[in-house]
T-cell receptor, first 111, second 113 residues
Framework: EDKVVQSPLSLVVHEGDTVTLNCSYE??????LLWYKQEKKAPTFLFML????IEKKSGRLSSILDKKELFSILNITATQTGDSAIYLC???????????FGDGTTLTVKP | NAGVTQTPKFQVLKTGQSMTLQCAQD?????MYWYRQDPGMGLRLIYY???????DKGEVPNGYNVSRLNKREFSLRLESAAPSQTSVYFC????????????FGPGTRLTVT
């Protein structure tokens, strides 16, 4: 059974801090790992990492994938209150098109 | 271009009642999914449809049925609702699974009393 574990489950920081969110996975026939941001509504896509794209960056957010150690991290630098959200990690395998989500990390950024 | 739409947004059911959640996408995506999200938890896959005409069980399919009506529409049916099915339900769609990201609908908040 595919498994995705995120840590920490929750995190409280102040504006300007840098945070690192962790995601470990055990997935048969791994294809890709995705990060989503969920505010008080539906998740929105941040990054996809595959064997051919193991590091992604967009503004203050960046993510890496370590396929040997089976984990990914999401970094957010110079955090802002608008970064407050649940961050979800999701794995895809190649068989049967299934996706598996972790329980998410709830990030709270205080002014 | 509305993306992924879901109806209804809210629903309250009594135990044993049935209902169908509707989902439609206008992005010409092949794959569609139904998830449920309980407080403090991530998304759990109920059913998915890799392409029109096919459906498969996800992690938590018991108590649910689905229909991929056409390429655009994917419905989720609760035949006999139970309090354990109280949750927020999200529909999503994507291009080829695993190669493209998923786009999510706004969700349906379902309460079963």
């Amino acid at each position: 059974e595919d498994k995705v574990v995120q840590s920490p489950l929750s995190l409280v920081v102040h504006e300007g801090d840098t945070v690192t969110l962790n995601c470990s996975y055990e997935v048969t026939n791994f294809r890709s790992l995705l990060w989503y941001k969920q505010e008080k509504k539906a998740p929105t896509f941040l990054f996809m990492l595959t064997s051919s794209g193991i590091e992604k960056k967009s503004g203050r957010l960046s993510s890496i994938l370590d396929k040997k150690e089976l984990f990914s991290i999401l970094n957010i630098t110079a955090t802002q209150t608008g970064d407050s959200a649940i961050y979800l990690c999701c794995s895809h395998n190649t068989n049967a098109g299934k996706s598996t989500f972790g329980d998410g990390t709830t990030l709270t950024v205080k002014p | 271009n509305a993306g992924v739409t879901q109806t209804p947004k809210f629903q309250v059911l009594k135990t044993g009642q049935s209902m169908t959640l509707q989902c439609a996408q206008d992005m010409n995506h092949n794959s569609m999914y139904w998830y449920r999200q309980d407080p403090g938890m991530g998304l759990r896959l109920i059913y998915y449809s890799a392409s029109e005409g096919t459906t498969d069980k996800g992690e938590v399919p018991n108590g649910y049925n689905v229909s991929r009506l056409n390429k655009r529409e994917f419905s989720l049916r609760l035949e006999s609702a139970a309090p354990s099915q109280t949750s927020v339900y999200f529909c999503a769609s994507s291009g080829i699974q695993g190669i493209y990201e998923q786009y999510f609908g706004p969700g349906t908040r379902l309460t079963v009393t």
